[in-house]
């Protein structure tokens, strides 16, 4: 079974861009969760889609939003990008019954210039 | 945003030692995950725990979902070089498509 995939896998984008990273889940999985990794902050979580409708929710601002297709690929979305916003993004997807263990995908490394 | 406390931050030990690490919270979780991460790559899966005082083994690795449901131990027995890498706690509470991660545990192993 193909794992978690994530493209592109590196991106350079100018601050006050926008971006928009893709996520495929493993086949079955209907989560989709979205985790920014920094060295400062370390993971820390986006939100979730589950059947297209974003389920949980972190504390990040409205420039950083998502959405889920019924295929349950999903994309996440960078607006207005800041310095800041450089990071690798996990993607990671899951099955909505037990044991709901959450697979990552291999990241999107972000770089904001 | 939230993060576990995780411990140690670093770990530099010879191949063949026995490797500890830890990981507690203010918070009680239903589940707790450890996670192996590798450069360039995305946190693997290695062991899962879903009752608290559970005690799970993969191979050299053995962890613990501790009894106030608050912490989790892993253990790495007879520690070999591809042992090397970052190792992250995770903990979910009610929310099932939310993890919240420790800030990890660098391991070196040196042969």
């Known amino acids: 079974k193909a794992g978690v995939t994530q493209t592109p896998r590196y991106l350079i984008k100018t601050r006050g861009q926008q971006v928009t990273l893709s996520c495929s889940p493993i086949?079955?999985?209907?989560?989709v969760s979205w985790y920014q990794q920094t060295p400062g902050q370390g993971l820390q979580f986006l939100f979730e889609?589950?059947?297209?409708?974003?389920?949980n929710k972190g504390n990040f601002p409205g420039r950083f939003s998502g959405r889920q297709f019924s295929n349950s690929r999903s994309e996440m979305n960078v607006s207005t990008l800041e310095l800041g916003d450089s990071a690798l993004y996990l993607c990671?997807?899951?099955?909505?019954?037990?044991?709901?263990?959450?697979?990552f995908g291999p990241g999107t490394r972000l770089t904001v210039t | 945003g939230q993060q576990l406390n995780q411990s140690p931050q670093s770990m530099f030990i010879q191949e063949g030692e026995d490797v500890s690490m830890n990981c507690t919270s203010s918070?009680?979780?239903?589940?707790w995950l450890w996670y192996k991460q590798d450069p360039g790559e995305g946190p693997v899966l290695l062991i899962a725990l879903y009752k608290a005082g559970e005690l799970t083994s993969n191979g050299r690795l053995t962890a613990q979902f501790g009894i106030t449901r608050k912490d989790s131990f892993l253990n790495i027995s007879a520690s070999i070089p591809s042992d090397v890498g970052i190792y992250f706690c995770?903990?979910?509470?009610?929310?099932?498509?939310?993890?919240?991660f420790g800030q990890g545990t660098i391991l070196t192993v040196h042969p």
């Open positions: 086949s079955g999985h209907r989560s």
């Open positions: 889609y589950f059947s297209e409708t974003q389920r």
């Open positions: 995770a903990g979910r509470g009610t929310s099932y498509g939310k993890l919240t």
């Open positions: 918070s009680i979780f239903n589940t």
């Open positions: 990671a997807s899951s099955l909505d019954t037990f044991p709901y263990e959450q697979y």
